[in-house]
């Protein structure tokens, strides 16, 4: 059983940071890709970024070079830090993971079967 639990969320102005975090618990957590989706009211599933068990990263075209995505193996998790962040970035931010993953389909919510509640990101403008 595995079992996926974001954290870090909140509440942050114009041009703030925020860092979120992923718990990844059961599997084997060095082979999981991990990524990280979001999904705002009325708008579909986004791809934010991914990190493969390689540790390269992939990152959606609206959040590069304002998110670095990270993994840290021996404490199981994955961190996303958001810098320069807009209004358009809130949303319910999901963590997501699973192992196989290709990469043409790593930004394809579709092939993730494990994903975590989610935890909202609110940028006030």
């Known amino acids: 059983q595995v079992q996926v639990v974001e954290s870090g969320g909140g509440l942050v102005q114009t041009g703030g940071s925020l860092r979120l975090s992923c718990a990844v618990a059961?599997?084997?957590?060095?082979?999981?890709?991990v990524g990280w989706f979001r999904q705002a009211p009325g708008k579909e599933r986004e791809f934010v970024a991914a990190?493969?068990?390689?540790?390269?990263?992939y990152y959606g075209d609206s959040v590069k070079g304002r998110f670095t995505i990270s993994r840290d193996n021996a404490k199981y998790t994955v961190s996303l830090e958001m810098n320069s962040l807009r209004p358009e970035d809130t949303a319910v931010y999901y963590c997501?993971?699973?192992?196989?993953?290709?990469?043409?389909?790593?930004?394809?919510?579709?092939?993730?079967?494990?994903w975590g509640q989610g935890t909202q990101v609110t940028v006030s403008s």
């Open positions: 997501a993971a699973d192992t196989g993953i290709i990469l043409s389909s790593i930004g394809n919510y579709r092939h993730y079967d494990y």
């Open positions: 059961g599997g084997t957590f060095r082979s999981f890709t």
């Open positions: 990190i493969r068990s390689s540790r390269h990263t």
